[in-house]
């Protein structure tokens, strides 16, 4: 499934993506299809949560601009 979200943080190798309910997720360079996203773009995505041993991290894969059709 689809997810679509807004970048608020991105340096060219990592950031964060938050959704529509607030979910904030990692944001990785290799797991960008777009080479030419910036924060505050609008994003499509497929998410996935991560579960280690410590922490509980929500997973940004696929990430790419969003067209509205």
């Known amino acids: ?4 979200g807004v970048i608020t943080e991105y340096d060219g190798y990592n950031g964060k ?8 997720y990692e944001l990785y360079k290799k797991n960008i299809l777009d080479e030419s996203l910036k924060q505050g773009d609008i994003v499509e995505f497929e998410d996935e949560e991560y579960k ?3 922490v509980t991290k929500r997973l940004a894969f696929f990430v790419k601009k969003y067209k509205d059709n």
């Not at 499934?1 to 679509?4: C, E, I, N």
């Not at 993506?17 to 904030?24: A, E, G, H, L, T």
Request: a positive charge.
């Open 52 to 54: 280690g041993v410590e």
């Open 17 to 24: 993506i938050v959704d529509k309910q607030k979910k904030v």
């Open 1 to 4: 499934m689809k997810t679509v």
